[in-house]
């Protein structure tokens, strides 16, 4: 099917919802890109979040709406004892489940619900441990079965969690997507029908939005739920019209076929300022992009290497024609907007001469031969993947180093990347949780490799900076041994870090109150439509 058809193709369908929507007040999210699933627990793309944990689930913190601050979610509050290694939630009364054709609960939210979200995730004799397949990416990748030592159910509505050794970011890491609360009942009920995966996708929450249907690469459907604890969200209804292509999304929503999206081309923003259909919003992004090497593979195993191919690229370049003035170079794996950033970094300056004599003294003076995966979706920090990576493949021919640009469906390129198939591979981070934890540990911590680690480095000297850091609150001492783990990292370049980017959000003007999520996510609780 041709560009043309394809874009009728989508007019039609939007068309369709939209025609719905006047009967109910609907928002339509044009969405990027199809979610990987309805588990949160197994993912680590933003696209499946949105879809899921920000608009289904709820955890026991959350963070407040449009800032990083952690407020009460289904536990009402806390305690943590003098040590530091015991948390006691006391749970929120009256939380109700969502339900489906399958299933109607039968009890309200209590403390067997949190015990199974996490022991599913923590516990390998757990009945549900490998269910749907059992990677639990993040639980795994941030240590968190290390961490906890126990957790405990005091009665119906007290949970306490013991952890081996205090953990600085342990309430911002329950805030986050893995976190959520899954139906202990549902589980049961759909494993005494022999069917337990049902519950990881027609998933069950407590949140804001219940699920409806989804048509896989089409859209995906919800409607508030009208017995959510914090109150019945503003819109009736709320569609994701998946639309990978931005000039798409961008064409809906001039039609008001859809009323917000995300991730907006570059060469659309100055026409966006000036369009009277579009709010154009903004924010300095908690984000990274970056090239990873699998330092697994050689001839990325050698430190020369990885070096070289720093100095080979010409980074403000790659700024100017992918992100088009909508960013700044990156120097550190931690955007400056995040504390611990370490401003006296020196980065790789453009030098293909340098880069050339670093080669040679690798063994590799006429160069080799390798991979550039490029990722097939638009993300916050990069707009155009394949755009970068031709730019690399070019910058990089010129010291000899001929690469093969390669991609795939994203689900599928982010599996493969997890298993290391790639010799490098442009991906990118945003900040979870507004700790730097979030960003160092999860990616370039030892635990990690197999995991969010996509460049599979595992040093033990930059991992025992990171353990440092985690179990000790003094944010002067955190803040001293991260940046020496910057300084390591840049050393050891495990990573080309290439841009911080901004982050758009074109919305309607008929849209009320929605917020720019400096974590990523895209939330519809609170959202109105005059």
Not at 57 to 70: D, H
Not at 152 to 163: A, F, R
Not at 435 to 450: K, T, W
Request: proline share 5%; net charge neutral.
């Amino acid at each position: 099917m041709n560009k043309a058809l394809t874009l009728i193709a989508g007019f039609v369908l939007a068309s369709s919802v939209t025609i719905n929507a006047s009967a109910a007040k609907t928002l339509v999210y044009c969405s990027e890109g199809s979610p990987e699933g309805f588990n949160p627990a197994f993912y680590t793309a933003g696209t499946t979040f949105d879809a899921t944990s920000k608009n289904i689930f709820n955890k026991l913190v959350e963070f407040e709406r449009g800032n990083t601050k952690i407020i009460p979610g289904l536990a009402e509050s806390w305690t943590i004892s003098d040590d530091g290694t015991t948390y006691t939630f006391k749970l929120r009364k009256g939380v109700k489940f969502h339900s489906n054709k399958k299933f109607k609960p039968h009890r309200d939210f209590n403390a067997d619900d949190v015990l199974f979200s996490f022991n599913r995730q923590r516990l390998k004799d757990h009945p549900y441990h490998t269910v749907s397949g059992g990677s639990y990416e993040y639980w795994n990748g941030m240590s968190m079965t290390e961490t906890i030592k126990d957790i405990k159910k005091i009665d119906d509505y007290t949970v306490s969690i013991s952890l081996n050794q205090p953990s600085a970011p342990f309430m911002a890491n329950l805030a986050m997507d893995f976190a959520s609360i899954m139906s202990a009942e549902y589980a049961d009920e759909m494993m005494k029908a022999g069917t337990p995966e049902v519950i990881d996708n027609q998933p069950i929450g407590t949140g804001p939005f219940e699920f409806v249907d989804y048509r896989k690469d089409s859209q995906i459907r919800y409607k508030a739920f009208s017995k959510y604890w914090g109150g019945k969200a503003p819109i009736d209804r709320l569609v994701f019209s998946i639309t990978p292509d931005a000039s798409v999304r961008y064409a809906k929503m001039q039609a008001n076929e859809c009323q917000v999206m995300p991730f907006p081309n570059p060469a659309d923003l100055e026409k966006m300022r000036t369009d009277k259909n579009i709010n154009l919003m903004s924010q300095e992004g908690l984000n990274i992009g970056f090239l990873a090497f699998n330092v697994e593979k050689k001839p990325f195993d050698d430190r020369k290497v990885r070096q070289a191919l720093n100095y080979a690229i010409n980074k403000q370049a790659i700024l100017d024609a992918v992100f088009q003035g909508a960013g700044t170079v990156a120097k550190n794996p931690i955007p400056p907007t995040i504390w611990s950033y370490n401003k006296d970094t020196v980065d790789y300056d453009y030098n293909p001469e340098k880069a050339k004599q670093l080669l040679a003294e690798a063994g590799y003076s006429k160069g080799f031969s390798t991979n550039i995966w490029a990722m097939p979706v638009q993300r916050p920090y990069n707009p155009n993947a394949r755009r970068m990576a031709e730019l690399i493949q070019a910058d990089w021919a010129a010291i000899g180093v001929k690469a093969e640009i390669v991609s795939y469906e994203w689900g599928e390129y982010l599996a493969r990347t997890k298993e290391g198939e790639h010799d490098t591979a442009l991906l990118g981070w945003t900040g979870d949780n507004g700790d730097p934890d979030n960003f160092l540990y999860v990616l370039l911590s030892c635990d990690a490799v197999g995991g969010s680690n996509r460049a599979r480095f595992c040093n033990e000297d930059f991992d025992k900076l990171l353990k440092a850091a985690q179990v000790t609150s003094d944010i002067a001492e955190r803040t001293k041994l991260y940046e020496q783990a910057q300084l390591m990292f840049k050393k050891e370049a495990p990573w080309v870090t290439i841009a911080h980017s901004v982050v758009y959000e074109p919305v309607r003007p008929e849209v009320v109150d929605y917020k720019i999520d400096p974590l990523g996510g895209h939330i519809f609780y609170g959202v109105d439509l005059k």
